[in-house]
């Protein structure tokens, strides 16, 4: 088959997410694990999706609209923007991969970062893209000046997340303003903010991606349903761009990517303000009690704009990782992102972020 596959499908590293609940409590013959891997909603999903989709349970003998028509009109309407601005995908993993589809061709550089979302090089990778990695400054924060440098006329691509996963942080308005300026037109700037809502949440410096379109026909941001809105599983993400960038993202889209309980989900979702509030102010307060914690460990982590952050454990990350396992906590070991000695926490509800530290501080020990 090696004579068969196309050369740079070999050099494609695959993408190994968190370990679902029941893998982990089949394994190790446990019961109530807790997954505080993969920076979900640790309060569920909407309960005005859950009550959606159960009414929409009956059609799905039914093809979903491709358009997604209803979501998209009150999508756009709860951003200020034209239907044409806007585009769905499964998952916002997906709108990565059709941005890269649309506008990457083969040999074309892009400039990535690190640590940061291993899709973007797991996507060029797969366009057969010329990757530039970008490593983040010491304080795990984008290295805009570097990256600004790596551009050269073969650049098709710079991803941002923004703010970043697995660190946390984020780029300001006044970074983002100097890395913008000056840059070639002919550039498509990808900002990924799926967790845009917790960081504007929090912080008064953190730029709105919206506010650039008008400026920037190349800029493409990605936001998704997945984390504040707690509908990881239904897989439902968007792009929102100039509608010229748009047409050409709809063209690689995939008729019938949007099922219709992810459809309905994230539209009931939208209106469900009371979950959001009360899930934004939950990780406002815990990521502080979870930082409280490490310092009183004298553990060293990075303050985070988002549902999670990084810690160094001081050890090996796979065995902290393994023996949390076995203690009923699911986290990420962030070997994958060359950080050999830190893992990456979920914030979970109250009670499991205080027996997710009793079990860390049993495992080092
Ligand atoms: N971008 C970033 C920065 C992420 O952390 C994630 C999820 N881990 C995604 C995109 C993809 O999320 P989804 O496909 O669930 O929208």
Redesign the pocket.
């Given at each position: 088959m090696k004579n068969l596959v196309k050369p740079n499908i070999l050099k494609v590293k695959k993408y190994v997410p968190g370990k679902p609940v029941e893998e982990v409590e089949r394994e190790l013959g446990l019961k109530n694990v807790v997954k505080l891997a993969?920076?979900e909603n640790c309060f569920g999903p909407s309960p005005l999706a859950v009550a959606a989709i159960r009414k929409a349970l009956r059609g799905i003998n039914r093809y979903p609209d491709s358009s997604s028509f209803y979501l998209k009109k009150k999508l756009a309407a709860s951003l200020g923007l034209a239907e044409d601005g806007l585009v769905f995908g499964n998952?916002?993993?997906e709108i990565?991969c059709m941005a890269i589809k649309a506008f990457v061709s083969d040999g074309d550089e892009v400039v990535i970062a690190k640590p940061t979302?291993l899709?973007y090089e797991i996507a060029s990778s797969l366009q057969n893209a010329d990757i530039k990695i970008v490593p983040m400054t010491q304080d795990f924060k984008y290295d805009l000046k570097e990256m600004k440098k790596a551009i050269t006329p073969r650049t098709k691509m710079v991803f941002i997340?923004n703010p970043d996963?697995p660190t946390g942080t984020y780029v300001t308005k006044k970074e983002l303003d100097e890395f913008l300026q000056g840059l070639p037109e002919k550039l498509i700037i990808f900002l990924?903010e799926?967790?845009f809502e917790f960081a504007s949440y929090s912080f008064k410096d953190y730029p709105n991606g919206m506010d650039y379109l008008a400026s920037r026909p190349g800029m493409i941001l990605?936001r998704?349903f997945?984390k504040v809105y707690g509908l990881?599983g239904l897989?439902i993400?968007y792009a929102i761009a100039n509608p010229e960038a748009i047409s050409y993202m709809e063209r690689v889209r995939e008729p019938f990517n949007i099922n219709i309980l992810a459809q309905v989900g994230a539209l009931a979702a939208l209106d469900d303000k009371a979950f959001l509030k009360k899930t934004l102010a939950h990780v406002e307060t815990e990521r502080e009690y979870l930082y409280s914690a490490f310092r009183k460990m004298g553990l060293e982590y990075v303050r985070s704009a988002t549902n999670f952050m990084i810690v160094n454990v001081g050890r090996d990350c796979k065995e902290v990782f393994s023996a949390l396992l076995k203690e009923g906590f699911i986290v990420r070991d962030m070997k994958a992102w060359g950080l050999d000695t830190f893992i990456r926490v979920t914030v979970g509800t109250k009670p499991e972020n205080r027996r997710f530290i009793t079990a860390l501080k049993k495992v080092l020990k």
């Open positions: 993969s920076n998952g916002s993993d990565i979302f899709i997340a996963n990924d799926a967790y990605a998704t997945s990881a897989r993400g």
